[in-house]
């Protein structure tokens, strides 16, 4: 078990709602990570968060969005909901400005119907 | 752009047997940095390497080896004498930041199930 916790587990959604994940990074973790899952691949990079900054973001559109609290937990949200936002989404985190290793937390199910 | 490919999509190997998970990458960059995780079907990602660019030697831990060949952009995984505790999901990644562990482009992953 890494000390990364994600809330909730489960979560379905209508196409055009908003939704919010949380995440709280393992004890001493100053940087968080989002990923997407799809269904049968891997995780594609969303964004990084550090000291409560973003700190790099990958191919998604400006509907993702994140938080970086002064505790260093994280919120992803999504807003207008779409079909293919159905996922896993995974955070992680990694201590000292992110040299070390990724810890990984279970993950949220989010579906979108 | 960094890309990952890993061609197994599921592999079956009786208990006890020895496997190999491919692993090939793609990159312009000179320093980058490479990984394997595990995921069981708990969900979450379970770090088993770090590997930077600069670094091609072999390394063991316990049943798991990893073969990092530059001349081939490979970086392989092999789990000698397999056992039920190994059937998961495996992917290979690869970072080129600065610090090794942001960005991580991933493959598709491999299924592994080890027959009792």
């Known amino acids: 078990e890494t000390g990364v916790t994600q809330s909730p587990t489960h979560l379905i959604k209508t196409r055009g709602q908003q939704v919010t994940l949380r995440c709280s990074s393992q004890?001493?973790?100053?940087?968080v990570s989002w990923y997407q899952q799809a269904l049968g691949q891997g995780p594609q990079f969303i964004f990084q968060y550090y000291r409560e900054e973003e700190n790099g973001r990958g191919n998604f559109p400006p509907r993702f969005s994140g938080l970086q609290f002064p505790n260093y937990s994280s919120e992803l949200n999504v807003n207008a909901l779409e079909l293919d936002d159905s996922a896993l989404y995974l955070c992680?985190?990694?201590?000292?400005?992110?040299?070390?290793?990724?810890?990984f937390g279970s993950g949220t199910q989010l579906s979108v119907l | 752009a960094q890309k990952v490919t890993q061609a197994q999509t599921e592999i079956s190997v009786v208990e006890k047997e020895d496997v190999t998970l491919d692993c090939v990458y793609e990159?312009?960059?000179?320093?980058?940095?490479l990984f394997w995780y595990k995921q069981p079907p708990s969900g979450e990602l379970v770090f088993l390497i770090r590997?930077?660019?600069?670094?091609?030697q072999n390394e063991i831990s316990g049943r798991y080896s990893w073969n990092f060949q530059k001349s081939t952009s490979s970086f392989n995984f092999t789990i000698t004498a397999s056992q039920v505790v190994d059937s998961a999901v495996y992917f290979c990644?690869?970072?080129?930041?600065?610090?090794?562990?942001?960005?991580?482009?991933f493959g598709t992953g491999t299924r592994l199930t080890i027959i009792p």
């Open positions: 990159t312009r960059d000179t320093t980058y940095y």
């Open positions: 990644a690869l970072s080129v930041s600065n610090f090794g562990n942001e960005k991580l482009t």
């Open positions: 992680a985190s990694s201590p000292a400005g992110g040299r070390e290793k990724l810890f």
């Open positions: 590997r930077n660019s600069f670094d091609e």
């Open positions: 004890s001493g973790h100053n940087t």
